[in-house]
């Protein structure tokens, strides 16, 4: 044992863990010792420290860049929605379970009226809180989170299909142009797509010392049914 390994394990500056042996202690060391986070008061939320922040603006500086030159706008919507909004979803989803607070699409009932108001192409950046979960795990699955989220409304489905696959590849290289990832892009079956999509398009990253593999981005065609839900319609001069 050199002296310096022996001095961390002494002041328990070091990383006590090995990858291979324990994933878990491994990775929650990595993340206080590398001062990416902080632990909170509150179960499943934790404290952004700088260098973590950092990678988010990274990020989002990325990302921003990227769907400006699409012609994609960013806007943001309340946190909060009302119940008989989100219960409107509920409904219309097949076991939907309003764990978080959603986005709702009732606004652009208000702003599509005419072809001309398409492609409507917006974008958040928003945190997200998820009220029931299990066994939090930090940048993984936690009670609040950041997050990006797209929402754009089309006259065609081939237009809205071309966006879908065109955000997958823009997620992919965040990973490995940006971030130094491998990732693989596929799409879900039927039972792991969003539940309010046609179909829903990933890309999957990979845990080498666990075997398993871990979900990166996903992109989804949502066809009609949110614009049947809400009424969302416009005129179409093609249609005598």
């Given at each position: 044992m050199t002296a310096a390994v022996a001095a961390a394990k002494q002041t328990k500056l070091g990383i006590e863990f090995k990858k291979e042996e324990n994933l878990?202690?491994?990775?929650?060391?990595?993340?206080?010792?590398?001062?990416?986070?902080?632990?909170?008061?509150?179960?499943?939320c934790y404290i952004l420290r700088p260098w973590a922040y950092f990678i988010w603006e990274q990020i989002k500086a990325f990302i921003d860049a990227e769907i400006t030159e699409m012609g994609v706008q960013n806007c943001y919507f309340p946190?909060?929605?009302?119940?008989?909004?989100?219960?409107?979803?509920?409904?219309?989803?097949?076991?939907?379970?309003?764990?978080?607070?959603?986005?709702?699409?009732?606004?652009?009932?208000?702003?599509?009226q005419s072809h001309r108001d398409l492609p409507l192409k917006l974008n958040q950046w928003n945190n997200v809180v998820r009220w029931e979960f299990k066994n939090p795990q930090p940048f993984l699955r936690t009670r609040e989170f950041l997050w990006q989220e797209g929402h754009t409304a089309w006259a065609t489905k081939e237009e809205a299909s071309e966006e879908v696959y065109q955000i997958l590849d823009l997620y992919t290289r965040v990973y490995t142009d940006l971030l130094a990832i491998p990732v693989i892009?596929?799409?879900k079956t039927e039972k792991e797509k969003f539940a309010g999509a046609d179909w829903t398009t990933t890309i999957e990253g990979y845990i080498a010392a666990s075997g398993r593999g871990i979900q990166a981005a996903t992109s989804h065609h949502l066809d009609q049914n949110f614009s049947k839900m809400f009424d969302i319609t416009f005129e179409n001069p093609q249609i005598k």
């Open positions: 878990a202690d491994w990775y929650g060391q990595v993340i206080r010792k590398g001062e990416l986070i902080e632990n909170y008061d509150v179960a499943g946190l909060f929605v009302s119940d008989a909004a989100l219960h409107r979803e509920q409904t219309h989803i097949a076991d939907f379970s309003p764990e978080v607070a959603w986005v709702t699409k009732s606004a652009y009932a208000k702003w599509i892009k596929g799409r």
